[in-house]
């Protein structure tokens, strides 16, 4: 169901029409038709993680997004495309078909958005032909706009497994539905909604495809224009056709489709038409792997069952680092699929525990608590908890860590090693009522000596995984109020980061060094990665955003600094560029034997990635030279 997000009142008409006229397809419409979309909307405001509309919820609103971002998942609970942000229109294609929603959206951050009733959504359709012309261009292009995504699910599995690397003959679900290019528009439409069929093929005598009818055209050309329904289909067909043989790879016909913008392929061999593989065929494909490994993690019962699917997670981040899937989404699957992981773990060997009265929050720190892991992290995890009045800590603690490390253990065997330092719930030192949380934090920042500087690198990064989240959102307070009291720490944590110096040299273009063992070489996380994860930490500190992942810290400060938009994504390309450079690191050095390693020789990068990587470093000095002047003490 929709989320109780509360309403509120409607701010000055003026100040959302301001919005909206920054992006598309208001940016172009009539000014009279952005009021009347002002007018008959409603604001609502979203928390941080709440549901706006779950999947197979009829949609009752065209929600624009006027501030924050929202996520859109699968039925897996799994991020699908990128977070859609301000200006954003959802879900178009669930309205515009009058279906229920495929997929849920939920905030991604604390977001406030327009809710126009379906019904105003409708009628303005008919009256705003920019607003129909963006609905069905956009609609169009939601194939190309998910691809980089989709492409990850092939990987559960050998290529030669692949639910996309199938032939098309299989995905082949009956024989073709013809007509002539003669038959009228109103058999046409009978037919289609006799044989519950979203295409007509437009054949000549001989059988030969000249053109495809779809329900594309229904909305578009026949709800929207009317025509006259005795008149020939030929009229009204798209002659925009692709085709490809029985033999084909599935993945070449979703490429197609993303590259000419259709929602259908026509399967022929030679002269002879086989059948039609539509967007929806291959959609599903892609969900049944994406349902695999997820159901999986959620039916085990057991710890070894558990260690399997976490083989399949690393070989899922190979196979889409093989593929050239962007770092940006092999991260956010990887990171996804390893807290889905991570969360039975803590089901699985915590089960029969009680503590009656006390709240138990499991947090990630590090790379986990930013949600930025890749094939090669170990872990840094702890435990939050309340206990009630009366109740002394060391008793919780002595029930809760038996369990911890056995999740400790169990994660080990899931290929997440041991924390050297010994970061992990396990450790007494890391399993802390929030009150010694607190007070542990307000001791590092009273010492400011290099060790505690170090702990903040990982602790400070931390997020709720499992249980009541409600114990970190209050440490996270607690935290930003120490920080405001604490100005000589951030200072220590400032030029703690602005010691690690890019490695651009003045004669050569990267600083290299020469550890034993890996001679000539950078490490990529230390001296390329850390210096934007540094940087958006002490700016979100100060500024007191709850956000822990490193883009999404870096837009959030942008936004309530007023920073160059430009200027922040160029940070974050630069932060992705660095993590596919790492990534294809890890993929080779597991190709050849070789232990995980961050130090990558520049001189095995060609020179066109040698030259992006050179500008990836620039804009880490950048962020630092404004770290420099901001925090002026």
Known sequence: MMARSAPIPTPDPSTVIEVLRRHEPFASMDQAHVARVVAHGTVVEFRDGENVLDTGESPRHLHIVLQGSVQVGDDTGLALEPDLPEGSLFPLGALLSGRAAGCPYRAAAATRCLALPADAFRELLDQSPELRRFCSERVASQLEDVLEAARGSQALRRADQQPLSQPLSRLIRRKPVTCGPETPLGAVLEAMQREEIGSMIVCEAGGAPVGIFTLYDVLFRVAFQQPDL??????????????????????????????????????????????????????????????????????????????RWSAEIRQLALNMVIQDVAAEQVIKFVSTLNEMLTRRVIEVETAGIELPGVRVCWIGMGSQGRSEQTVATDQDNGIIFVTPEGMEPDRVRERLLPAANRVNQTLDRCGFPLCKGNIMAGNPDCCLSLEEWKRKFARWMHRMDAPELLNATIFFDFRAIHGDPAP??????ALHALIEEN??????MVETALDNSPPLGFIRDFVVSDKEGQPHTLDLKVNGVTHFVDAARIFCLTAKIHETNTPRRLRAVGRKWKLDAGQVEGWIQAFYYIQGIRLKAHQDQIARGKPLSNRVDPDRLNKLERRILKEAFRQGRSIQSLMEKLYQF
């Open 487 to 492: 100005r000589f720490f951030v200072k220590r």
């Open 230 to 307: 005795d008149q020939p289909v030929a009229n009204l067909m798209s002659r925009e056709m692709v085709s490809l043989a029985p033999n084909a790879p599935a993945y070449e016909a979703t490429l197609a489709m993303a590259r000419h913008r259709i929602r259908h392929i026509l399967v022929v061999e030679g002269p002879e038409l086989l059948g039609v593989v539509s967007e929806r065929d291959l959609f599903s494909l892609q969900q049944v792997s994406l349902r695999i490994i997820s159901q999986g993690i959620r039916n085990s019962a057991s710890s070894n069952e558990l260690v």
């Open 472 to 477: 970190a959102a209050e440490l996270r307070d």
